[in-house]
């Protein structure tokens, strides 16, 4: 993750930028936040498609992506923390999903 940094005391997502390898979180004030696919394995095995249907919650204090169940706060991004979901349940999710596609 890289961050650049401006003056704000708190960082609050305005908008989102999908590529193939990362989303790149854009805050108010002007920071901006590169988060790689790979801290968040659902968002890694989901589509370009599933990936761009996201919400900005609580004011912009999170991230949420419907399709995948994924639900990502902003202040944990700029802590430099990715998913906490254990093997266990990321396991579960993914043979769910494996079904579905089947």
């Known amino acids: 993750m890289s961050f650049s940094t401006s003056e704000s005391s708190e960082c609050k997502a305005v908008d989102i930028v999908i590529d193939e390898i990362e989303f790149v979180v854009k805050c108010s004030g002007g920071n901006v936040l590169h988060i790689p696919f790979d801290w968040f394995p659902r968002l890694l095995h989901a589509t370009h498609e599933e990936r761009g249907d996201w919400m900005l919650i609580d004011d912009g204090r999170?991230?949420?992506?419907?399709?995948?169940?994924?639900?990502?706060?902003?202040?944990?991004l700029v802590a430099g923390r990715g998913s906490g979901e254990s093997e266990t349940s990321f396991a579960?999710?993914?043979?769910?999903?494996?079904?579905?596609?089947?």
């Open 62 to 76: 999170g991230i949420h992506w419907e399709q995948v169940d994924e639900d990502i706060s902003v202040a944990g």
């Open 92 to 102: 579960s999710w993914l043979a769910a999903r494996e079904r579905v596609e089947a």
